[in-house]
């Protein structure tokens, strides 16, 4: 039986990946370094992203859930010095992880995805903080040459958290309906059902028929196919594939 993350995992493992990019940061050669994966950003701008965007998340989470906009704070300006860009985006890290911390897992929250099947609650923020820091850390290991997977908790997590946040919606599908299935190797599989109504997840308990397109591969590929880091030719696809390239085409609004 599939459980989700905790929200004490969910908190710890943002950690670990906020001291893994750190770590690609302090190894660079030169933070002038490009981000292939983020065409026309260098090292220093992934860097200057993250840290104001934790601050910005820790001011948004703070405000309580009644705020009806994400807050613009950014923290003090990121230091040009590397062992001091490391100490601020440390500080940003910290002052998210204490904000979600404060206000617990139910607490509401704003967030951009209004018509998905994730809640707008602190719990769901985390979530799918974890996978923005794991992707842009991958994003930094990309750019030094050393791209390692995404750990295995964070990249199941990873794929369940892109269909239910970023894919399913209340807009209409502008195609003929379709189905499509992902299977994790590990052993998870999603289908997300494309119609008229919108797209809405559903979990599989194992791979069944009825799929009009299907990706499989490990999770972490899964995660980073579908976050546009990987192409198609790093999963399995099997299938009508013009569905993957309407899906990425697709802009139903958050």
Not at 115 to 125: D, E, F, I, L, Y
Request: hydrophobic share 40%.
């Amino acid at each position: 039986m599939h459980t989700n993350l905790e929200f004490p995992e969910l908190l710890q493992l943002i950690d670990e990946r906020s001291t893994a990019f750190r770590a690609a940061i302090a190894a660079a050669p030169d933070l002038d370094v490009p981000v292939p994966s983020c065409p026309g950003w260098t090292l220093a701008d992934l860097a200057r992203h993250i840290g104001e965007g934790r601050h910005a998340w820790a001011a948004t989470i703070a405000a309580g859930p009644d705020t009806a906009t994400k807050s613009t704070e950014k923290g003090t300006p990121a230091p040009q010095e590397r062992d001091a860009l490391l100490a601020w985006l440390a500080t940003a890290t910290q002052a998210m992880l204490d904000a979600l911390r404060e206000a617990g897992p139910e607490r509401g929250s704003w967030a951009w995805w209004r018509r998905s099947q994730s809640p707008r609650t602190c719990g769901a923020v985390a979530r799918h903080q974890l996978q923005e820091i794991a992707v842009h850390t991958y994003d930094a290991q990309l750019a030094l040459g050393d791209p390692q997977p995404l750990p295995a908790p964070v990249a199941l997590d990873g794929v369940e958290d892109f269909q239910f946040t970023c894919c399913a919606t209340t807009a209409a599908w502008p195609h003929q309906p379709a189905v499509v299935d992902y299977h994790a190797t590990e052993g998870r599989s999603w289908r997300l059902s494309l119609s008229a109504d919108g797209a809405r997840v559903t979990r599989l308990s194992a791979p069944t028929a009825g799929a009009d397109v299907s990706a499989t591969g490990p999770a972490s590929d899964l995660v980073l196919f579908c976050y546009g880091r990987l192409g198609p030719d790093a999963v399995k696809i099997d299938g009508d594939t013009r569905i993957f390239d309407q899906l990425i085409a697709w802009d139903p609004g958050a």
